[in-house]
Every structure is written in structure tokens, then in C-alpha cells.
């Protein structure tokens, strides 16, 4: 019997519709969905790297109009606090300016506006020496993206495969995800290498091609 193939064309997408739901982040998408009726001033999100929490951001972006900031920028104090709009802040655990944080987030409170901050950390573990900034996240609702299932990350692989142009089989999938760390850092790393070594060997994906980044590289121990 011929193997399906699926071919994809080159984009990256980064909307609603090509989120990948399942049980370990449905609850972040029901929040998103929930804007604009959230009865608090913003919403913390937290998840392991490469879960997704930037692909959320996207989203609530286009519903919210936000202005999205780093962590680098807020330490700098590189933006205009008096931007009457929503605010999101990525990789929140990476900031050290909480005098300037919490300057901002008054003034977002003030006006009614809304804020939605991601991390890789529980906000509880972050070592917060403000204590008004600390009150202020631990009363925000909080949101946890979870280890992923293996029908997600099967969904996951597609996504990103097919932001690549890349072209996979479904039995090629249901390989790769057998053999590698079930996390969405490896997963998100091994695409990324593959699509590398694909380039660079001017070859098609193959069983042969991934068996060898995966020996290279990914073999799990055991």
C-alpha cells in the first residue's frame, strides 16, 4: 500500500486556527478566547520553553492590539509608558527592573487596559525583591501549559514541518515522536535540525535522514 505523503507549503503561522489544542494547553486557548472578558487586569501564562506561550501572544495580538515587549526592553525602559494600549511581556522571568514593571502595570490598571505576561518558571520560585510587583502577579489568574500528549505533539511536528515547506509521512511522524524526548523544546529543535540537514544534504526527508539526526543527536538512553 503507498504511504501518504503530506506537502505543505511555506509559511509560518502563527493565528488561532493553527494552534495546536490539546489537553496540556486548553485552558491557556480558553483564556485567550475569553478576551476582552476577563474580569481582571491581566493574565499570566506559564510553560515550558517552546510550548507555544509566543504563538498565544500572536493571537491575543490580533484581538487585543496589543504592543508586545521583551524582557531586555522593560529592563531598559526603551518604551513609551503612556502607550494607551494592552501590553504583553514574554519571558517575564528574565526581568530585573520591577520598579519600572510596576510603574507600567499601574498605569496599563489606570486606564482600564489589560496585560498578559509568559514565562518558562513558576511566577512562586521567580526571586521578586519588590513586594508590591510580587503581590500584583500572585493575585493575577495564572495559567499552566503542561507536558505535552503524543497526539499533540504529533499535531505539533505537522505545524512546524509545514511551516517549513517540508514534507513528512504520518508513519514518519509516529517514528520521530517514538524515539525522541517527548518535550516541545526537542521537538522544536529537532525540526529545526532537520530542516538544516536536509538543506545542506540537498535530500528529501527520509527514514534514513531522520534515523540519522536522531542517532547523531537525539537517542534517547535506554
Known amino acids: 500500500m503507498k504511504q501518504e505523503t ?33 474580569q481582571s487586569s491581566g493574565l499570566i501564562i506559564e510553560g515550558p520553553k517552546s510550548s507555544g506561550k509566543s504563538h498565544l501572544v500572536s ?11 521583551s524582557s531586555e526592553q522593560i529592563d531598559n525602559e526603551v518604551i513609551n509608558t503612556n502607550d494607551n494600549r494592552n501590553i504583553a511581556i514574554e519571558n517575564f522571568e528574565n526581568i ?18 489589560k496585560y498578559l505576561l509568559t514565562t518558562s518558571n513558576n511566577i512562586i520560585a521567580l526571586n521578586i525583591n519588590l513586594q508590591d510587583i510580587k503581590s500584583r502577579l500572585l493575585e493575577l489568574p ?5 507536558l505535552p500528549s503524543d497526539e ?6 505537522i505545524k512546524l514541518l509545514k511551516d517549513k515547506g ?5 508513519k514518519l511522524v509516529s517514528y520521530v515522536i517514538a524515539r525522541i524526548e517527548r518535550s516541545y523544546e526537542a521537538v522544536n529543535l529537532f525540526i529545526q535540525d532537520l530542516n538544516n540537514i536536509s538543506l545542506e544534504k540537498k535530500k528529501k526527508i527520509s527514514i534514513s535522514l531522520i534515523k540519522e539526526l536522531i542517532d547523531k543527536k537525539y537517542r534517547l538512553n535506554g
Open 6 to 38: 503530506i506537502k505543505f507549503e511555506f509559511r509560518e503561522a502563527n493565528n488561532r486556527e493553527s494552534y495546536i489544542v490539546g489537553d496540556s494547553n486548553i485552558n491557556a486557548i480558553k483564556w485567550i478566547d475569553k478576551y476582552p472578558y476577563w
Open 59 to 69: 493571537v491575543w495580538q490580533k484581538k487585543s492590539n496589543c504592543s508586545i515587549y
Open 96 to 113: 530585573k527592573n520591577y520598579e519600572f514593571l510596576l510603574h507600567l502595570l499601574n498605569y496599563k490598571k489606570e486606564k482600564k487596559l
Open 142 to 146: 495564572k495559567v499552566k501549559i503542561t
Open 152 to 157: 499533540l505533539l504529533e499535531g505539533l511536528i
Open 166 to 170: 517540508l514534507i513528512i509521512t504520518n
